[in-house]
Structure formats: structure tokens, C-alpha cells
């Protein structure tokens, strides 16, 4: 597997900890316009087997952050390559996400409450992210609204109000 020490935050952000550690899971495209952020949970037991899957060559899919129960912020796919997180999926007029979106994986089984640590980290890299592609908050979403016939993550503990509050999503 890909492990590079490299990190494409700079030093001063917000950004606790980030480390690269890489997928083979993406593509290369000339030039991507970020519109969307796609905020998921990983479905499975443990982190460990989470990432193993977001690095399998046979699973075939991939984010761009992962954000461990503690709050470490892992990057798995560079933001200006397109991960393969979203599937089919739709907003508005804009299908297949993948193309125009970053993915955010949380580390949840499904069926827990998100850590505190790790909510926290999702805000200050929600914010940087934001700001860095001037993303619009009504952009913010979850797996579930671009595909809600396939997709229930990230699910009902998800604080979508404190975004929200803190203008880094719609009123839902
Ligand atoms: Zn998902």
C-alpha cells in the first residue's frame, strides 16, 4: 500500500493531525470544480477493516478523509483526484457525485452515536475545505440524500442541526 508522509494541509490550519495514507481507489482528471462535500459512515466494525476496504483493489472504493473515533484525520485520496465513494447518486441536476464531490468517511458501525473528538475534527475540516473551494453549505450533504434508495449513512445520530448552527449545512 501507498504510504507517503505527506500532508495537503498546511501547518497553521485548524487541522489537528493528518496523515496521507493513500488508495488506489480514484481517478485523474485534468481539472475538477469541488461543488459538493459527501459526509458517510463507514457501516463496519473496526477502523482497521475500514480502511482496508478503502484501500482494496477489489472493493473498489475510496474517500478522500477518514475520521477515526479520536478525531484523526486521515487522507486517503487527494482532493483534486475524484475517490469513488458516492455511487449512484443524484442532486438536483447533477448525477454520479463522484465527479464533483469530496467524501468524508466517519468511523461509526451504523448504529452509535458519533464521538465528540470525532465530530469536532469533521467541523474544523469541514470548514477548511469550505473555505478552500468555496464550497455553498447547501452543498453539504450526506450519502443518503444522493442516494436515498441505496444509502442510510450517515444516519440518524448524524448532528446535521450543529453544522447547521455553525453554517456548514442547510436547515434540515
Ligand atoms: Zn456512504
Redesign the pocket.
Known amino acids: 500500500m501507498i504510504f507517503e508522509a505527506k500532508t495537503s494541509i498546511k501547518k497553521g490550519e485548524m487541522i489537528s493531525i493528518l496523515k496521507f495514507i493513500g488508495s488506489p481507489n480514484f481517478d485523474t482528471v485534468s481539472k475538477r470544480k469541488i461543488k459538493y462535500i459527501?459526509i458517510?459512515?463507514t457501516?463496519m466494525k473496526d477502523q482497521i477493516s475500514a480502511i482496508q476496504k478503502l484501500q482494496s483493489k477489489v472493493a473498489k472504493v475510496s474517500c478522500h478523509y477518514l475520521i477515526s473515533k479520536r478525531g484523526n484525520i486521515f487522507q486517503l485520496v487527494k482532493d483534486e483526484n475524484v475517490a469513488w465513494?458516492?455511487g449512484k447518486s443524484r442532486w438536483l441536476s447533477d448525477l454520479n457525485l463522484n465527479l464533483k464531490s469530496i467524501?468524508i468517511?466517519l468511523v461509526n458501525n451504523g448504529n452509535e452515536p458519533f464521538e465528540k473528538k470525532q465530530i469536532n475534527s469533521l467541523i474544523k475540516l469541514l470548514q477548511f475545505l469550505k473555505k478552500n473551494h468555496q464550497i455553498n453549505k447547501k452543498f453539504i450533504l450526506g450519502?443518503e440524500d444522493i442516494?436515498p434508495k441505496r444509502?442510510k449513512?450517515?444516519g440518524p445520530h448524524f448532528p446535521w442541526f450543529k453544522l447547521y448552527k455553525l453554517n456548514l449545512s442547510k436547515k434540515r
Request: no cysteine.
Open positions: 459527501i458517510h459512515y457501516g465513494h458516492a467524501g468517511e450519502h442516494a444509502k449513512d450517515p
